[in-house]
């Protein structure tokens, strides 16, 4: 029953700004980590940032200081706001719930959504 759905991908020019939502459905994992990956073509799943259950986030030095990372629990949703956004940011993007606190490997998240395409032109 339980399932994370993103959106909010699409495309954008360069320095422009995204808004990805992850929502949780069904069972509600208060206490659960919840990460953000992507991947690029040809490329390895990338660890983007992650935030706690209580909304501390630790991203990535790639994205530091252009993601942010928020949490409402009390709408099942989390956010990542990508601004400056870079034709290297183009990637598939998902999000994925972990028990661990603030992990970054991928082995660690349980449950993954299906993924947002975002595409960043030049």
């Known amino acids: 029953q339980a399932q994370l759905v993103e959106s909010g991908g699409g495309l954008v020019q360069a320095g422009g700004s995204l808004r990805l939502s992850c929502v949780h459905s069904?069972?509600?994992?208060?206490?659960?980590?919840v990460g953000w990956f992507r991947r690029a073509p040809g490329k390895e799943r990338e660890f983007v940032g992650v935030?706690?259950?209580?909304?501390?986030?630790t991203y990535a030095d790639s994205v530091k200081d252009r993601f942010t990372i928020s949490r409402d629990d009390a709408k099942n949703t989390v956010y990542l706001e990508m601004k400056n956004l870079k034709p290297e940011d183009t990637a598939i993007y998902y999000c994925?719930?972990?028990?661990?606190?603030?992990?970054?490997?991928?082995?660690?998240?349980?449950?993954w959504g299906q993924g947002t395409q975002v595409t960043v032109s030049s």
């Open positions: 069904g069972q509600t994992f208060i206490r659960d980590a």
């Open positions: 994925a719930a972990s028990r661990k606190y603030r992990s970054q490997d991928p082995a660690d998240f349980g449950l």
């Open positions: 935030v706690t259950w209580f909304g501390d986030p």
